[in-house]
């Protein structure tokens, strides 16, 4: 699946319901989707997206993760494992 950031970024940047914590954390996303060969789904730990968004609390960090898949930016299935990272998908966007 291709796609640039910048094609990636234009949907999220005009949305309303988005705030710059909501940025943060999908840039954060998007960056490891890269590093990952840009597919899906990767793996990620809450330690890794927190430090990477400047979140500062768990409750955050789940906050956002939430609403970006609420808004359709990403699928988030999370792991209760202590060592196993949860899995996500970044979404195609509709418009595009």
Do not use: C
Not at 72 to 87: A, D, E, T, W
């Amino acid at each position: 699946m291709e796609r640039s950031i910048t094609k990636i970024f234009n949907r999220i940047l005009i949305d309303r319901r988005v705030r710059i914590w909501h940025v943060g954390t999908y840039l954060a996303l998007v960056l490891l989707w890269d590093k990952n060969r840009q597919s899906s789904p990767f793996q990620v730990t809450r330690r890794m997206i927190m430090q990477m968004s400047r979140a500062k609390s768990p409750s955050t960090y789940h906050k956002h993760l939430k609403e970006l898949e609420i808004f359709g930016y990403i699928k988030y299935l999370p792991s209760y494992h202590p060592k196993q990272g949860s899995k996500v998908w970044l979404v195609e966007s509709k418009a595009n």
